[in-house]
């Protein structure tokens, strides 16, 4: 893949730049933090990848991607405020009960 062939070239350079994951290709947001393509000999202005649209279009993915992990995270997060605002009600509920038997006036204003 493009990325092995990435470390290849790095590691053939002198003197050699370190390895690269994908992790780090995803944090990098433009092209000029690839010190690598600096000292190329490739012109990469007409590669796909160089193109606004395509950039666009990886950014987008990028956020699609996210914006699924997302919600995974805030389903969790929904089932808790609910059981949250139920086990509120519930002990609401026996508070007023038990207010009624000693202070009827206080458990109907609650």
């Given at each position: ?11 053939a ?5 370190p ?5 780090d ?86």
């Amino acid at each position: 893949n493009a990325l092995s062939h990435y470390n290849v070239q790095a590691a053939a350079l002198d003197p050699p730049h370190p390895p690269l994951s994908w992790k780090d290709i995803t944090e990098y947001s433009f092209l000029g933090e690839f010190d690598l393509l600096w000292q190329s000999c490739t012109d990469i202005c007409e590669l796909d990848w160089t193109k606004p649209a395509h950039q666009e279009a990886t950014v987008k993915y990028f956020k699609l991607c996210h914006a699924h992990e997302e919600i995974k995270c805030l389903n969790v997060e929904v089932w808790r405020l609910h059981t949250s605002i139920h086990d509120e009600e519930v002990k609401t509920t026996a508070v007023i009960d038990k207010l009624s038997v000693s202070n009827p006036l206080l458990s109907l204003e609650l």
